[in-house]
Structures are given as C-alpha cells and as structure tokens.
C-alpha cells in the first residue's frame, strides 16, 4: 500500500465548476498537509497549508483534512481556465527535515 | 532573489556516462533536497541536506551521490547512467524554521539516458 494515494485523473471540467480533488494516506504521523500546483515544465508551488484537521480557505480554494478518516481534500470554486494544471497533495511528519511524500498528482482542465 | 536555481534544464546523456545537476539557493535555507518526478509517480526523494556538511538518503538514493560543502549549493551527482534514470529532477530548499513549511522548488532539471 502506498504511504499517499492520489487519484491520477485527468479530471476535466467545464469553467465555473466546483472541483474536488482528494488524497488518502496511511500514515497516522503526518501533521502537516499541503496542496501543490504544478503547471506544464514548471516546479511545484505550494497552493494551500493545513496543520492537523480541519479547514482552511483562502480564495476560491479550500482545503480540507480529516485525520480520522486519514482524507483530505481541496475544492476549487468557480474554476478558471487558469486553474488547468497538475495538483500534488504532500504531507509531512513533525521531525525536523520535513521530508514531504507527495501524492502521484491529478492533472486538471477547465474548458473554457 | 533567484530563489532555487537549477542548472542544466535540458540533458540528454548516454548510458554509462556521469553527469552533475547543480543546484544553488540565494535565500539561505538550511534544508535543501532532491526529488525526481516520473510520469504519474509524483515525487520521490532522493537525498535531502540539513546543512552544509550533512547529507541523507531519500526515498530512491540509489544511482545517485551529492555533497553539501556549502549552504548555497546542493549538486546531484549521477555515477554510470541507467535509462531508469531518464525523468524530471527538482531540486528544492526551505528554512529550518519556516512556517506554514514552504518549500520552494526550482524549475526542473529534464534528463534523458540513451
């Protein structure tokens, strides 16, 4: 079983649609959880940061985490365009070099 | 700021030669890392640094050295060229105490082996 799971996609949707994306995980020490955009022949940016559970929202984005569930989840409201790239979930442990395990990635496109 | 900066971008390399990804940082971060990122595989750590001098392995080490001699610099050796070895290579860097645990990637270095 893989420490993250992310369903690979590619996920299309028509602009203005409420997307979800979602990962899984196995580990019960992960404590920080983190979404990433990543657009064609670039680096991953960080989009959304959660520590523990809970919500968080900024924008049209937000992220979700249910530590009992092992789940979490970032929704994207009124999608653009613009928002047609790969997003990476990545979760980390409390130790100090904060080595992330990222998710495989699930390529999104909104059609215009 | 520069931020992450790799070097090359493109490689394309034949099997059984060497060959050195060069990363450096101008923020002054503690932590530096390498990932590769395989079609749908996400990414996997290969070998992360907490400072100059001290390096460990990652998730996927093997194929692969680096050294730290420096807190700007974090180049990837690649020793005898397998074909596994063709992918995307990030390096990445954050401080020991950031909050909100940034890490900022370069853009990508896309090497292929022949």
């Known amino acids: 079983q893989k420490e993250v799971e992310q369903d690979p996609g590619p996920l299309s949707v028509p602009e203005g649609a409420i997307v979800s994306l979602n990962c899984t995980y196995s580990?019960?020490?992960?404590?920080?959880f983190m979404w990433y955009r990543q657009y064609s022949r670039k680096g991953p940016e960080l989009l959304m940061y959660?520590?523990?559970?809970g919500n968080k929202e900024d924008g049209r984005f937000t992220a979700q985490v249910d530590k009992s569930s092992k789940y979490i989840s970032l929704f994207i409201r009124d999608s653009q365009p613009s928002d047609s790239a790969t997003y990476l979930c990545a979760m980390g442990g409390i130790q100090g070099a904060q080595k992330l395990v990222f998710g495989q990635g699930t390529r999104l496109t909104i059609n215009p | 700021n520069a931020g992450v900066t790799q070097t090359p971008k493109f490689r394309i390399l034949k099997i059984g030669q060497s060959m050195t990804l060069q990363c450096a940082q101008d923020?002054?971060?503690?932590?530096m890392y390498w990932y590769r990122q395989d079609p749908g595989m996400g990414l996997k750590l290969i070998y992360y640094?907490?400072?100059?001098?001290?390096?460990d392995k990652g998730e996927v080490p093997n194929g692969y050295n680096v050294s730290r001699s420096t807190t700007e610099d974090f180049p990837l050796r690649l020793e005898l060229a397998a074909p596994s070895q063709t992918s995307v290579y990030f390096c990445a860097s954050r401080a020991r105490d950031q909050i909100g645990n940034t890490i900022y990637f370069g853009e990508g270095s896309w090497l292929t082996v022949v």
């Open positions: 923020m002054n971060h503690n932590y």
């Open positions: 959660t520590y523990s559970s």
């Open positions: 580990n019960s020490a992960f404590q920080y």
């Open positions: 640094s907490v400072g100059a001098g001290i390096t």
